[in-house]
């Protein structure tokens, strides 16, 4: 049984285009995080949700919008992508806000063309 | 100034070394301390975790927290190829909310 998944695994659009990440957790956590990870493998906290409710916004655009229907699920939506999108975005997720132990989903590679 | 700084390689040892990785950070707030392993094209996975300063131990791995120096190392002693991956330091102030990553080192670990 996977933890986190994350779907698609790979994602190659053209600049301009709209496309959408899709992450789930079977953890039962509260808190869920989609990460971005650049080809100098640094990776950067975008958002975090806890119990469905936005509790970190880090520094992006506002072409990024994060979506969570129900706390074991966080989607990612990207509006008129460019080329520095580009990167490997991870979903993870922890028991609660304050738990530090983050479980990983496999990523997902977008390259924009 | 990052606020964790990490060596990112790459570092190659032969199989049975051991093998030092090693932070540093600024933030005297950080007190959850992590290392994460990351193998090629997989997401990363937690590795150990440690609360403030001391070391702790797991199997053939050893994590150590110097708070006063703001430093923090993991020890791979009797390396094998199958520890070849990025190893990624984490750490926060509040627990999970708003955890750093360092930028990983890249090891390698010829047979």
């Known amino acids: 049984d996977t933890a986190v998944s994350q779907t698609p695994k790979y994602l190659v659009t053209q600049m301009g285009n709209d496309k959408s990440i899709k992450c789930e957790q079977n953890?039962?956590?509260?808190?869920m995080y989609w990460y971005k990870q650049d080809s100098k493998k640094f990776l950067k906290i975008m958002f975090s949700y806890n119990n469905k409710e936005l509790i970190i916004n880090e520094t992006v655009p506002n072409r990024f919008s994060p979506k969570s229907p129900d706390k074991a699920h966080l989607n990612l939506h990207i509006n008129s992508l460019e080329l520095g999108d580009s990167a490997v975005y991870f979903c993870?997720?922890?028991?609660?806000?304050?738990?530090?132990?983050?479980?990983f989903g496999p990523g997902t590679r977008l390259t924009v063309l | 100034q990052k606020e964790v700084e990490q060596d990112p390689g790459p570092l190659s040892v032969p199989e049975g070394a051991i093998v030092s990785l090693n932070c540093t950070y600024s933030?005297?707030?950080?007190?959850?301390f992590m290392w994460y392993r990351q193998y090629s094209r997989k997401g990363p996975e937690l590795l150990m975790y440690t609360y403030s300063s001391g070391n702790k131990e797991d199997g053939r791995f050893t994590a150590q927290v110097d708070k006063s120096s703001k430093y923090i190392s993991l020890f791979i002693r009797d390396s094998q190829p199958s520890d070849s991956a990025t190893y990624l330091c984490?750490?926060?102030?509040?627990?999970?909310?708003?955890?750093?990553f360092g930028a990983g080192t890249r090891l390698f670990v010829k047979a």
């Open positions: 984490a750490m926060s102030a509040f627990g999970g909310f708003k955890t750093i």
């Open positions: 933030n005297s707030a950080f007190q959850y």
């Open positions: 953890l039962g956590h509260d808190t």
């Open positions: 993870a997720s922890s028991q609660d806000s304050r738990e530090d132990t983050q479980y």
